[in-house]
C-alpha cells in the first residue's frame, strides 16, 4: 500500500487504548512500503504518545519515512495556511495537503475527516483519504 499517514492514525497504531487502535493495526498489516509523512505529523505522535522511541521505532521498523522538507516548500504551504484560515489548519494538516499534492496517487489514511474533507489539492481536487468507519 501506498499512502500518507496523517497524526491520528499513527497515534492509534501505537496506542491500544486508542477507539481506533483495531482499524489502525489492520491498515498497518497492509502496508508494504513506508507511509509518506512529516516531521510536523511525527513530533504531534510523539507528543500525543508521550513516546519519542516509539515514534522512532515507526520510522526504523518501515511503517513511515519523513517525505517533506519544509524549507523546500515554504511558499505553498503559506499559500495552503491563507487558503484554509478560517479553519485554522495546524503544520501538519498543511504539509499533508502538500505531500497530496506531490503524490497524487496516494491517499491519506486520516482519522480526521472533519478537515480532510473540506481541504483540497491544488484548486478543487478532492483528497482521497483511508479513514476509520463511520459511527
Same mark, same amino acid.
Given at each position: 500500500m501506498k499512502a500518507i499517514a496523517d497524526t491520528g492514525f499513527l497515534? %492509534? +497504531?501505537g496506542n491500544r487504548n486508542d477507539y481506533h487502535h483495531e482499524w489502525a493495526v489492520g491498515?498497518? $498489516?497492509r502496508v508494504t512500503e513506508p507511509l509518506l509523512t512529516c $516531521?510536523?505529523?511525527l513530533a504531534e505522535?510523539? +507528543?500525543h504518545l508521550g513516546s519519542s522511541a516509539l515514534v522512532l521505532a515507526f520510522l526504523r521498523d518501515g511503517l513511515a519515512r519523513s517525505a517533506l522538507v519544509l524549507t523546500e516548500h515554504?511558499? /505553498?504551504l503559506a499559500e495552503l495556511a491563507a487558503r484554509y %484560515?478560517? /479553519?485554522k489548519p495546524? =503544520? %501538519?494538516d498543511l504539509c499533508l495537503i502538500r505531500l497530496s499534492e506531490l503524490h497524487p496517487k496516494y491517499p491519506v489514511i486520516t482519522t480526521d =475527516?472533519?478537515?480532510f474533507r473540506i481541504y483540497r489539492r491544488g484548486r478543487r481536487e478532492v483528497i482521497p483519504l483511508i479513514h476509520p468507519p463511520e459511527r
Open positions: 497515534v %492509534a +497504531f491498515i498497518a $498489516e $516531521e510536523a505529523c505522535t510523539a +507528543f515554504v511558499s /505553498r %484560515a478560517d /479553519r495546524d =503544520l %501538519a =475527516l472533519a478537515d
